[in-house]
């Protein structure tokens, strides 16, 4: 049994589903890695996986627990962190707080994941004091990334984790990427560097129009012709 | 030298007794409209609801005959705190918390406070009536004279007990919630959740949770500042009510949802009052003979009456809000 399981998802912001059936199957082991046009649904996916809006129909397993309607503060817990796309940082708290904040559902000793992801990005260990909303845009992600791993979650979803990044720094997230998941944490991320990041996926899901429109391990995504016109720039 | 003194009895413990006031308020109304995003208009009443607590319990507390060297309106105080945050919780709960589920506007919200601020009115009056209470009918009020040992100085610096007690009463408060908001896991949430409620959220932050504690501090704080206000002056039905404005104002000025803004626009508020309605005469008594002869001394020379004291918080607010809507404060953590 996967990890994260999604059968048939619908969903959407009101009454109109933005959703149409949405399959993806993903394990501890994997990176995947969604790709698609502009309003696909891809944010939309993560989305309805975190209980951020109305799942119409369908069903998500989560770590062997039926998850479709659970909200955010008990999924947290079970295992599972999110990214967003935008605003992912507490702005007006420094670099630590923001941390602790990733941490908030833990009432053991938190140092230990601490120090691992200072490790992971010696950048914020030097403006551990300084407001997030004061950094990079490379080093805010980072700071997101840090605040998700802080809960030690099995599943880390990341939407876009890469946009608007130099290619020095999407290269380093990238790189940490795959030590995460090389640590045992499953990964769910959208991306539009879809080349780069199909690279390293294990499994692929080209969405359109809300729905999947191929599946396959990042290597045959990139070695499908019909893909690769349609979706990866040619 | 004596009217040096006279201003500063007036004007600088007035400001810093009417400041304290103003940032107990403010405080909470920042507080709430952080987390929850409305405007709490019914903030005054949960101070005056918070002086009649503490009235009550006094009552009982004199009843039993002790003899207390600090004004029993005080001694209680704690226990009125717990009380108005339990109510706190109470109205939130009754009243704002069904709205919002049901994902009322902000506006709905400012709208059901104002039906909070009639219906605690109302309560109050039903059970109190309209009339004035003393905190100091079973004791004396007392007054602190400090003489300065200067030559010709006749006249002391002076205040009252309960003044004292109230500064240092929001000096503890201010440095309690300083930690609360910067040390506890709760209140780091609490500032979280201000910044970015969404993210909160995806957090795994409990967000209910913080609701609570906010409920619980604003209200407590709230009952503080009543109490202390009624120490001061007395108690009224209408204690707080007339006294919300310039309270908003100095939240505004302070940039909505930052508390540190909010205590320091209390504090400018206070002082602007009392600057403005003070009889600047007074001080320039002493230069009458340095004066032009065409120059007379006015009996009173002050910039606003104090009739229309209001004024000076409504003028600072149109000030701010033309300005520098975001408030003075803006970039300041929380
Ligand atoms: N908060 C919202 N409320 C209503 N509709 C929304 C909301 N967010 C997105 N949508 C709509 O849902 C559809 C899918 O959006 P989504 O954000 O999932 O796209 P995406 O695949 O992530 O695209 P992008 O590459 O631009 O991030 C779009 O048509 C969008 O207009
Ligand atoms: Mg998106």
Redesign the interface.
């Given at each position: 049994m996967s990890l994260i399981d999604l059968k048939d998802i619908k969903a959407g912001y009101g009454a109109t589903p933005i959703l149409n059936g949405v399959n993806m199957a993903i394990d501890a082991s994997d990176i995947g890695v969604i790709v698609g046009p502009n309003g696909a649904g891809k944010s939309t996916t993560l989305k309805a996986i975190?209980g951020?809006l109305n799942v119409m129909d369908g069903t998500i397993t989560f770590d062997g627990r039926d998850t479709t309607r659970l909200?955010?503060?008990r999924?947290?817990?079970m295992g599972l962190s999110?990214v967003?796309q935008e605003?992912?940082?507490?702005?007006?708290?420094t670099v630590h707080?923001n941390l602790?904040?990733?941490a908030?559902?833990r009432r053991d000793d938190i140092s230990g994941t601490l120090d691992e992801v200072y490790e992971m990005f010696p950048d914020l260990k030097a403006k551990r004091r300084q407001?997030a909303g004061e950094l990079s845009g490379g080093q805010r992600q980072m700071v997101a990334m840090g605040?998700a791993l802080m809960?030690k979650p099995k599943l880390l979803m990341l939407d876009e984790p890469s946009a608007g990044l130099s290619p020095r720094y999407m290269m380093e997230i990238f790189e940490q990427v795959v030590k995460i998941n090389a640590a045992g944490v499953g990964i769910l991320m959208v991306e539009q560097n879809a080349r780069q990041a199909l690279a390293f996926a294990t499994k692929g899901f080209v969405l359109a129009n809300g729905q999947n429109r191929f599946t396959g391990t990042g290597q045959e995504l990139l070695d499908d012709p019909d893909v690769a016109k349609s979706f990866l720039g040619g | 030298m004596n009217d040096l003194i006279f201003f500063f009895n007036q004007a600088i413990i007035g400001g810093v007794v009417l400041g304290s006031i103003y940032a107990l308020g403010a405080v909470g109304v920042t507080l709430i409209f952080g987390i929850l995003r409305f405007a709490h208009f019914a903030h005054g009443d949960m101070m005056t609801l918070g002086g009649f607590i503490s009235f009550v319990l006094a009552g009982i507390v004199a009843g039993l005959g002790i003899a207390f060297p600090l004004p029993i309106g005080f001694i209680v105080v704690p226990f009125a705190m717990l009380i108005a945050a339990g109510l706190a919780l109470g109205i939130d709960k009754g009243f704002y918390a069904p709205l919002r589920a049901r994902g009322a506007k902000p506006v709905t919200l400012l709208i059901a406070s104002i039906g909070v601020t009639m219906m605690i009115q109302g309560l109050i009056r039903l059970f109190f009536g309209v009339g004035t209470y003393s905190f100091f009918d079973t004791q004396p009020k007392v007054l602190h004279r400090i003489e300065l040992p200067f030559e010709g100085v006749t006249r002391p610096i002076s205040f009252s007990e309960p003044q004292l007690l109230l500064v240092i009463s929001t000096i503890i408060a201010v440095v309690a919630l300083h930690y609360f908001l910067t040390r506890s896991?709760l209140g780091?949430?609490m500032?979280?959740m201000a910044?970015?409620p969404?993210?909160?959220?995806?957090?795994?932050?409990?967000?209910k949770l913080v609701v609570r504690v906010t409920w619980i501090i604003a209200g407590a704080l709230a009952c503080l500042a009543g109490t202390m206000l009624a120490l001061d002056v007395s108690l009224k039905p209408d204690l707080a009510f007339n006294i919300v404005l310039p309270i908003f104002a100095a939240a505004i000025l302070g940039g909505l949802g930052h508390a540190y803004g909010a205590i320091a626009g209390g504090f400018v508020l206070g002082f602007a009052e009392t600057l403005a309605v003070f009889n600047w005469s007074v001080l320039l008594r002493p230069f009458r003979d340095n004066l032009p002869e065409w120059f007379e001394i006015p009996n009173t020379l002050s910039l606003v009456q104090s009739e229309y004291k209001l004024t000076v918080a409504f003028v600072i607010l149109v000030v701010v809000l033309l300005v520098r809507p975001t408030g003075i404060f803006k970039g300041a953590?929380?």
């Open positions: 975190f951020l909200e955010a503060d999924l947290v817990p999110f967003p605003h992912n940082v507490f702005t007006s708290m707080e602790e904040m990733g908030f559902i407001p605040r809960s | 896991r780091k949430g500032r979280a910044d970015n969404d993210l909160a959220k995806v957090s795994g932050i409990n967000t953590s929380t």
